[in-house]
């Protein structure tokens, strides 16, 4: 993957040179809610599923969060298995992969353990107005890539794959989960149903309003559903470049 020194503000490649396969990964509860309305986060998975998804971050060669999710839940975004860092680094990997965000406004803290933990590469994806302040604010702890304006996930993607990113996972929120689908810009989507309903509409849901390219007329293809524990895996290929197993 090509490197460039943090802190350095670079313009993204045109989306016509390609993107990565992108992976979308969500838990929610039975009524579609990602959290609840409270200030302590909300336990949608368990020990087993956490596990599962700890080993598709490690297939992976970046990991997307929006900055929303860097500021509400301050994620770490390593690989926790020591056994599967160990088989990265044998492959000639960094020990867990690219720390990706996307900011419109650069609102973002360089303390954030996004930023902090870990030697992985990190890259902020931003707006074009706010990137010579994010640039200043974030220098020396990550990448600040010029994104357009507005924030175009389709630059992102290329560029990320101009620096050798082949298989990107995305983690959320809401809003990033819902630019990449209405952009038509995911191959695969697995969705973890909790057994339990939220039932409070001011609580967040996995996507909002929108025009999705899956809809009555054009139904998602169902490539595998599994029994983890107390949660389901329902595994959406989005597109052909998603097999099934």
């Known amino acids: 993957m090509g490197v460039v020194p943090a802190g350095t503000a670079t313009t993204a490649v045109p989306a016509s040179t390609g993107r990565p396969y ?6 929610t509860s039975i009524d579609g809610y990602i959290d609840d309305a409270t200030e302590q986060r909300l336990l949608l998975s368990n020990t087993e599923d956490m596990d599962r998804i700890d080993a598709v971050r490690a297939g992976c060669d970046a990991i997307l969060v929006g900055a929303g999710t860097i500021r509400a839940d301050d994620p770490r975004l390593v690989v926790r298995s020591a056994r599967l860092r160990a088989a990265r680094q044998a492959a000639g990997l960094s020990p867990s992969p690219v720390k990706v965000t996307m900011t419109a406004r650069g609102l973002l803290d360089p303390a954030a353990r996004f930023f902090t933990v870990g030697d992985a590469e990190k890259i902020v994806y931003c707006a074009g107005p706010a990137v010579d302040k994010t ?12 994104a357009g304006d507005p924030l175009d996930p389709a630059r992102a993607l290329a560029d990320l794959a101009g620096r050798g990113v082949e298989r990107l996972m995305v983690e959320g ?13 995911a191959d695969e989507l697995h969705l ?27 139904r998602a293809r169902v490539a595998e559903v599994r029994q983890i524990g107390d949660v389901v895996l329902v595994r959406y290929a989005l597109s052909e470049r998603c097999a099934d197993g």
């Open 173 to 185: 929120g809401a809003t990033v989960h819902a630019q990449f689908l209405t952009a038509g810009l």
């Open 135 to 146: 640039t200043e604010l974030l220098a020396g702890a990550a990448t600040v890539v010029d």
């Open 22 to 27: 992108v992976l979308l990964s969500c838990a």
């Open 192 to 218: 973890v149903v909790a057994p339990f309903f939220v039932g409070d509409r001011r609580a967040p849901r996995f996507v909002g309003d929108g025009a999705f390219p899956w809809h009555p007329g054009r």
